[in-house]
């Protein structure tokens, strides 16, 4: 699909990607630990004995605004830009520390108790630690991958504008 | 019920275990890598102040806005505007070129027409004259065969010449024999008379 560059164009990119992004970081993660803190699986209560569920609601929070404004600036900018490439990058490392962020948060190694009519039966531990620094190991060669994109936007940027002006629409956007 | 679900979960687990142990030994050093960093960092970042990342959020917002009203990236920079005006020359020249050809190659078409037209009536001309010469051909044959025919009739003439002649000679000839002859008759009354004569004295 071939879309013009424009102002109003990249502002509506920008803020549609913003959207998404306060939807998979804050929404959606959101309402998952507050489902979870009362969860009832085959009619036994299963109480979420995590102590600091605000302290995980607050670094989601945080890092989902900081992720959701800088996909915003990323998506907003024109294709190949330095710019782009920039909070490219910056969203990366936001991304790794909101991964991070379930980890000290205690997210990563919750226990839940089995309640079965006042009468606490035993507990489940989840630890998704490994999980997480498999995800990390990705997260490093995903940031080395937009670290080679943007240090190709800075030493190829005259070639890249040449590319991008030298269509007849002027300039177009195929992402 | 409820061990079914954990044995179901333990599944899981082991399966998720193994991938993990496989590729513990490529992905876990970056991992710790990547924690040894991102500890350093999060020491900076405030606790307990969720106002300061809503600021630094909008600030990050307002400023794309304004980078984005300001430099949307469909202006050509500098650098590829002087490159524009030579393209913009060199096509003008481009196509001041291609109207030139076009006008030779219609004159050329025009002219390789009016060749062919010539060249066609040429060609009509050479068969005429073909078809002439033939015509020509034949009735020079007939005028051969007439000569010859007349040649014939005057040799035949002249024999007959020759013979009239021969005929004529000859009746010259009897023509002197008989004028002979007649004088000769002429000369015998006139003797026969002096004769008579000399009797009638005697």
């Known amino acids: ?175 | 019920m409820i061990l079914q679900a954990v044995d179901f979960i333990q599944i899981i687990a082991d399966i998720v275990a193994a991938i993990l142990n496989f590729l513990k030994l490529f992905v876990n050093p970056m991992g710790e890598f990547m924690v040894n960093w991102m500890e350093y960092v999060l020491q900076f970042f405030p606790l307990d102040n969720l106002i300061v990342y809503i600021s630094i959020a909008i600030v990050i917002v307002i400023i794309g806005l304004i980078v984005n009203i300001a430099w949307p990236g469909n202006k050509k920079p500098g650098f590829l505007v002087k490159d524009k005006e030579l393209e913009e020359k060199v096509e003008k020249k481009v196509e001041e070129i291609d109207a030139k050809i076009k006008k030779k190659i219609k004159k050329a078409k025009e002219k390789t027409k009016a060749i062919e037209e010539k060249a066609e009536e040429i060609e009509d001309k050479v068969e005429e004259l073909e078809e002439d010469i033939e015509e020509l051909g034949e009735a020079a044959e007939k005028l051969e065969e007439e000569a010859e025919e007349l040649e014939e009739d005057i040799e035949e003439l002249e024999e007959e010449v020759e013979e009239l002649e021969e005929d004529i000679e000859e009746l010259e000839e009897e023509a002197e024999e008989l004028e002979e002859k007649t004088e000769e008759l002429d000369e015998k009354p006139e003797k026969d008379e002096g004769k008579s004569s000399k009797t009638e004295i005697d």
Do not use: H
């Open chain 1, 1 to 175: 699909m071939v879309i013009k560059m424009g102002r109003f164009y990249n502002i509506t990119k920008g803020v549609i990607y913003m959207s998404i992004y306060i939807v998979t970081t804050m929404v959606i993660p959101y309402f998952t630990f507050t489902f979870i803190k009362d969860m009832q699986i085959l009619g036994v209560n299963i109480v979420l004995e995590q102590q600091d569920y605000e302290r995980i609601i607050y670094w989601v929070s945080t890092f989902g605004l900081l992720i959701s404004s800088c996909a915003f600036f990323n998506y907003s900018s024109p294709k190949q830009s330095i710019r782009k490439g920039t909070f490219a990058l910056i969203q990366i490392l936001l991304n790794c520390l909101y991964i991070w962020s379930y980890k000290f948060s205690g997210a990563t190694e919750v226990r839940f108790e089995i309640v079965i009519e006042i009468v606490n039966v035993g507990y489940i531990t989840v630890n998704v630690q490994n999980m997480v620094m498999l995800y990390m190991g990705i997260y490093f060669l995903t940031i080395i991958l937009k670290s080679y994109d943007f240090l190709d936007f800075i030493i190829n940027r005259k070639t890249i504008r040449e590319k991008r002006y030298k269509t007849k629409v002027g300039g177009i956007d195929v992402s």
